[in-house]
């Protein structure tokens, strides 16, 4: 099976090379994902549903065999003059960023505070209660020969929203069904992180939500919806 992250990579690859404005920010990106995607050959279609002065819609889908396995649904903005004013917001206090040589060994997980398992590389001296936090290295690509831009890297970094949120004592008991970002400006470099804020759940449904960073700060929000599914373990990154 093809991890989630990959899968919104891949959509988000596929709706950015239907936008040749420079000026216009991908403001929403929605994955849904119906069922799970194979290690097997894909085919990504993609179709604009609204080209605008100010916006910009794009939907794309991953088929196999037939059969769509993902979604996705991008609001892209046009940029235009900062309005006066402040508005409040709460902070966000990351933990320390790590050193250079955990970043370059790191395959997704740099580090994982509060949660997640061997494989997530979790930090030892973080109680496992309150915020969680994870810090990702986003390098390899999603298509041979074509780097990671900005929007593809926090594309693939919202998936991780279902797991950083609805980890919990027993572990992660909740599947993802879908995922989505809003972001105010892209980010810059290969390294992001999230910060938890919210999980809510009932009768085996759960919503939670986060909020993506890059080193110099926050740069959007993420919230992701799951079902319950006992025994459930993230593949290893």
């Known amino acids: 099976m093809v991890s989630g992250h990959a899968v919104g990579g891949l959509l988000g690859w596929a709706v950015e090379r239907e936008v040749d404005d420079a000026d216009m920010q991908p403001a929403r990106f929605t994955v849904d994902l119906p069922r799970p995607t194979a290690l097997a050959p894909i085919e990504v279609q993609t179709r604009v549903l609204r080209d605008g002065k100010r ?6 889908s991953l088929e196999q ?16 003059e900062q309005p006066p004013g402040e508005v409040w917001t709460e902070p966000v206090d990351m933990p320390p960023v790590p050193p250079d040589d955990e970043i370059a060994n790191a395959s997704l997980f740099v580090r994982t505070y509060g949660w997640g398992v061997p494989v997530q590389r979790p930090d030892p001296d973080w109680a496992a209660t309150g915020t969680k936090y994870t810090w990702l290295n986003l390098e390899q690509p999603v298509v041979d020969g074509d780097p ?3 929007f593809t890297r926090a594309a693939m970094a919202g998936d ?3 797991s950083l949120a609805n ?3 027993a572990g992660l008991q909740y599947i993802n069904a879908d995922y989505t970002i809003t972001l105010a400006r892209l980010p810059e470099g290969a390294v992001l992180g999230m910060a938890s804020h919210s999980h809510l759940s009932h009768d085996g449904v759960a919503t939670g939500t986060a909020t993506l960073v890059d080193l110099q700060g926050a740069v959007g929000s993420c919230v992701a919806v799951a079902v319950a599914h006992s025994g459930f373990n993230p593949p290893p990154a």
Not at 55 to 60: N, Y
């Open 65 to 80: 065999q037939g059969v769509e396995v993902a979604r996705a649904s991008a609001l892209f903005l046009r940029r235009c």
């Open 55 to 60: 916006l910009k819609l794009v939907e794309a």
């Open 167 to 169: 980890w919990g004592s």
């Open 148 to 150: 990671l831009t900005p």
């Open 160 to 162: 991780i929203t279902a």
